[in-house]
């Protein structure tokens, strides 16, 4: 179906609502059932008021299905035909004249259909396409975890869709049994399942000063969710591991041309024998009780506990164990941290979460009265469960939060503080995180040139009233 915006226009001795009778003709002819039977959706209609013109947004199979249904109008006066777009489909094919994107790498999602459904959940949308939205820090509030439309989204390329009737996960390379499993096979393996947060490795890339380049993430690109699926060890032990495999290397059906690069590439990503074995990783096919939605990696996903959510390759389709490092364009060339220390680069690779607090209410700017304050939120971290969380009212001593609900070692906890404040005016209110590792989040994290792994002390500022 495609979009048109139609303009009619009739001089005002010829305008039929003057008679009743014509008047009723026409709204019976404009109706949902009539118009849908001559192949025609209207979308939207609007008359300008003592203009004499009426427009309307319609979807059609062609033009020659809208001129069809719009000929009692052309007895009555102008008909223009319009092809449309909408601002969703104009902005994620880059530009009013540019053509949606194709993927020929296999079936994909609309992009605009992705990027609308986003829009419409409430995902601040940094990228239309390749679609990039993190979830708004007040949708932080409520349960354990974040449902499904509100989590957020990172991709690098398109989303493929697939078949799950005949989708295969491949388990090939230095095995003793390669494997080809289908869902059915996945699904009647031992599942497990287990609350874990995900969060990208740029947010709060926003906070780095010097500005840097990347994704202009806030403080919303993490989520938790309850992930269901196979142990990956379960299927490793089947493959059976020969010897000499040194990494196991995780290929998603998500693939494009990158900037200087070979061609189209594949995302891709590789872990150690030992922790993809002990890790706690997971193939997961389903997410908060329901099948894996296509945004976040239908029908198959690896996660990986306490890392990064770059490790957690989406659309998994290959698992191949290798006798090398893996060197790749997401494991090697991005998602290290570069610092210039004593006039030379150092790099570390970008691995587990590091320790953070987020206060979800109050909101920033917001008005509260003058008393008793509660302030509550979420605090994370990859390498260990979260022991305390402090709070600073106004640059006042650290206050300790009472942490609430039991304590998931790889999920976010919630917090709360009851405090006061006194007296009228802006006031600063600040959050940091300690986990049972001893690692304390920094005044300011270190700034390096991809801007990863800002955890620096969050600060927001309310006005009492």
Known sequence: MALYIVRHHHEPERCPAQ???????????????????????????????????????????????VLEFMTPFGAAGSVDIYPASTCARVVTSGGCGAALPSSDAGPALDPEDACQDA???????????????????????????????????????????????TFRLEVGGLVDRPL????????????????????????????FDPPVDGEKWRLGAVSTAEWTGVALSEVLDRAGARHGAQEVLFRGADCGVIDGGPGRIHFERSLHIDRARDGGA??????????????????????????????????????????????????????????????????????LQRVRALIT??????????????????AWSGAATIARVEVSVDDDRWQEARLLGSR???????????????RPGLVRLRARATDLAGSTQPERAEWNRHGYGNNSIQEISVTVA
């Open 19 to 65: 008679d009743p009778v014509m008047g009723a003709m026409l709204l019976n002819y404009l109706s949902r059932p009539n118009v849908r039977r001559l192949g025609v959706e209207i979308k939207g209609e609007a008359v300008a008021h003592n203009e004499h013109t009426m427009y309307l947004i319609v979807e059609a199979p062609d033009e020659g299905h």
């Open 119 to 165: 829009i419409d959940h409430g995902l601040l949308v940094h990228r239309a396409h390749p679609l990039n939205g993190e979830t708004s820090i007040p949708a932080l509030i409520g349960g354990v975890v974040m449902p499904n439309a509100r989590f957020y989204v990172r991709n690098h390329f398109q989303i493929p869709t697939f078949d799950t009737e």
């Open 180 to 207: 080809s499993l289908g869902m059915r096979e996945l699904h009647d393996m031992p599942s497990q399942t287990t609350v874990m947060t995900l969060e990208c490795a740029g947010n709060g890339r926003t906070l």
């Open 282 to 351: 997971l193939l997961a096919y389903a997410m908060n009780g329901e099948p894996l939605p296509v945004e976040h990696g239908h029908p198959l996903r690896l996660v990986v506990p306490g890392w990064y959510a770059v490790a957690s390759v989406k659309w998994l389709t290959e698992i191949e164990l290798i006798d090398r490092p893996f060197i790749g364009h997401y494991q090697t060339d991005k998602y290290w941290y570069e610092w210039k220390r004593e006039g030379r680069e150092v790099r570390e690779p970008v691995t």
């Open 361 to 378: 209410d109050p909101s920033p700017d917001q008005e509260v009265r003058c008393g008793s304050l509660t302030i509550r939120g979420v």
């Open 408 to 422: 998931n070692r790889h999920s976010w906890q919630w917090w709360e503080l009851i405090t006061r404040v006194d």
